[in-house]
């Protein structure tokens, strides 16, 4: 039988697809219990490598015949080797190639929706890390939001489309992933904007990003208007695009609402975070189509691999918006906040400018799943 490199775009496209796929993952328990690869219909046996090294002879009988099997580990060598293990009892398997490092970095444009005058959206949908960024298009001109370090896809899609970046837009200072919008603004001679309120320790030059701001692309076909949202952090900035679309940023989730503690202004900001969701949005037209930064679980992926859903449904189906008493929501924000990022200051200090980490340094701080949303 033979052994099959498995690219993390098949993965992912049997993710967004809802396909059954066996996953053995041979990293250690805790690695395993704190961020795999997620699928709605894939199942899981998680055997660490070392327990595997004399043999796979044990484990033949919980390997399924009927069904695609994948074999995961950190960085590829593991999965390999207990594939080709596999591969000599007579199984057809086949290995993540790159590991979870490169799912974590994986990203999939899918069109999220038609602008006026011809013009489109498009969103990234980084699967293995649920990050989300976007890039409007309109007549030659491009525009990107929450761009992440992979930056070289989104200059090579752009160049695809044969248009020009001219305005790359961070929603907020993100601290659970490495902005790749500074270095492309740089590649690009793009406009980077920045919140200002979270922008006080970054060290580079900046155009500052403020309610009521209007930026066109296109020749001013489309109009992206930015709203201050805080609650995530203290600068959060929506955008809403054409009137139709409302890029939430970290603010405000398909399933879940934005934390407010990576600063560790949990009690401070909480009140801004309802001010945001329950008076600022409220004020929103429902139909406006919500596009945020990340997404938690495969089930908020819409069947055409897009994550969206029109305001007014998040208003009567997100538990995060129907809390009436405003004390009851404090205390549900304060009190079920997951663990923070991974090197989540770090990640803070590079998007500042503070440090320059090289990239495998970046690929080691982002590891593991986002930790964003309250729970």
Not at 295 to 322: C, P, Q, R, W
Not at 332 to 356: C, D, F, S, W
């Amino acid at each position: 039988m033979s052994v099959i490199a498995m690219h993390p775009a098949e993965v992912a496209q049997k993710a967004i697809s809802q396909e059954s796929l066996f996953v053995l993952d041979v990293r250690n328990k805790g690695d395993f219990e704190d961020w795999k690869v997620e699928g709605v219909n894939f199942t899981y046996l998680n055997i660490p490598y070392f327990d595997l090294i004399d043999g796979v002879e044990e484990i033949m009988d919980q390997i399924p015949t009927d069904q695609e099997v994948l074999v995961v580990c950190a960085k590829e060598g593991s999965s390999v080797m207990v594939a080709e293990m596999l591969s000599e009892q007579g199984r057809t398997v086949a290995y993540l190639k790159g590991g979870m490092k490169a799912w974590s970095e994986h990203l999939v444009p899918v069109k999220a929706g038609d602008l006026k005058d011809g013009g489109e959206l498009y969103q990234f949908v980084r699967i293995g890390k649920g990050c989300l960024s976007y890039m409007a298009v309109s007549n030659g001109e491009a525009a990107l939001f929450d761009a992440s370090r992979m930056t070289d896809v989104y200059i090579d899609f752009a160049n695809s489309l044969n248009v020009e970046i001219k305005h790359v837009f961070d929603t907020h200072l993100h601290a659970d992933h490495v902005s790749g919008g500074r270095t492309i603004a740089e590649k690009t001679n793009a406009t980077y904007w920045l919140p200002p309120k979270d922008a006080e320790e970054v060290v580079f030059n900046y155009q500052p990003l403020e309610d009521g701001n209007e930026v066109m692309i296109g020749n001013t076909k489309i109009r992206i208007d930015a709203l201050y949202s805080p609650g995530h952090t203290i600068g959060s900035t929506s955008f809403i695009i054409d009137d139709r679309y409302l890029l939430s940023g970290d603010i405000l989730f398909i399933d879940s609402i934005g934390r407010p503690d990576l600063a560790g202004l949990a009690e401070d900001w909480v009140g801004d975070l309802r001010e945001t969701l329950y008076k600022r949005y409220k004020e929103l037209s429902d139909e406006l189509i919500v596009l945020p930064a990340h997404f938690m679980i495969m089930e908020e992926v819409n069947e055409d691999g897009t994550v969206a859903k029109k305001l007014g449904d998040l208003y009567a189906s997100n538990h995060g918006l129907n809390i009436a008493d405003e004390e009851e929501f404090r205390n549900m924000v304060t009190k079920n906040l997951p663990p923070q990022p991974n090197a989540y200051q770090e990640i803070r200090h590079t998007n500042m400018g503070k440090i320059e980490p090289d990239e495998e340094k970046q690929r080691e701080m982002e590891i593991g799943p986002n930790r964003c949303a309250v729970r």
